[in-house]
Nanobody, 123 residues
Framework: QVQLVESGGELVQAGGSLRRACAAS????????TGWFRQAPGKEREFVAA????????AYAASVKGRFTISRDNAKNTVFLHMAALKPEDTATYYC????????????????WGPGTQVTVSS
């Protein structure tokens, strides 16, 4: 099973930007997609963004489209989530995950998950 580690938790003011990183423990040649999900207190985990292995196809939740950008550096086995124009409602624990079956917005498609790290956006 692939081990994933997200970059550390951060606190940022509303309107600010962050870059999250998700590093994999092995070459992701057999892993077709990487996704970011988030879970706010008292809410279910929700899809945020996903990217296929080649980086040629992406998907975003409506709530983040136009503000967040997902990208990947396969040479470094790392996927990034660039978050801009942050809002207090973006406060959540963010998880990255990998899927062997291709790009998906559905949680059950993902096989391995990182432990999650906290992002807090203050108003």
């Amino acid at each position: 099973q692939v081990q994933l580690v997200e970059s550390g938790g951060e606190l940022v003011q509303a309107g600010g930007s962050l870059r999250r990183a998700c590093a994999a423990s092995e070459r992701t040649v057999n892993i077709f997609a990487t996704g970011w999900f988030r879970q706010a207190p008292g809410k279910e985990r929700e899809f945020v963004a996903a990217i296929n292995f080649s980086g040629t196809s992406t998907a975003y939740a409506a709530s983040v489209k136009g503000r967040f950008t997902i990208s990947r550096d396969n040479a470094k086995n790392t996927v990034f989530l660039h978050m801009a124009a942050l809002k207090p409602e973006d406060t959540a624990t963010y998880y990255c995950a990998v899927a062997r079956g291709g790009l998906s917005t559905v949680e059950v498609s993902y096989d391995s998950w990182g432990p999650g790290t906290q992002v807090t956006v203050s108003s």
